[in-house]
């Protein structure tokens, strides 16, 4: 069972930064690849970064590219999510979401079968 809570959000001015943190309470963690993905109001949510299950691989959104990373401590259940050089148009609700292994850090939330509850993000200028 994996059970997806995300912290770590909140307000920051532009060009600023935050990092996002997923825990899972499950004991499986380490067997599934995430992702974590954003929903700014009136827009459809959208993929921001995935990672496969060992860390081994990742792969990003073109705009978040270069200032966003992903990472994960298997030992400690977590993911992460470093926003560097945040902009206003970062401002959403992200979510961490997790996939069978075999998805790898794949950008479709189709692939992924459990996910966060979110927290949001609001970047003003």
């Known amino acids: 069972q994996v059970q997806l809570v995300e912290s770590g959000g909140g307000l920051v001015q532009a060009g600023g930064s935050l990092r996002l943190s997923c825990e899972d309470s499950g004991r499986t963690f380490s067997s599934y690849a995430m992702g974590w993905f954003r929903q700014a109001p009136g827009k459809e949510r959208e993929f921001v970064a995935g990672?496969?299950?060992?860390?081994?691989?990742?792969y990003y959104a073109d705009s978040v590219k270069g200032r966003f990373t992903i990472s994960r401590d298997n030992a400690k259940n977590t993911v992460y999510l470093q926003m560097n050089s945040l902009k206003r148009e970062d401002t959403a609700v992200y979510y961490c979401a997790a996939a069978p292994a075999s998805y790898g850090g794949s950008a479709n939330e189709r692939h992924y079968g459990y996910w966060g509850q979110g927290t949001q993000v609001t970047v003003s200028s």
């Open positions: 990672i496969t299950w060992r860390g081994g691989r990742t």
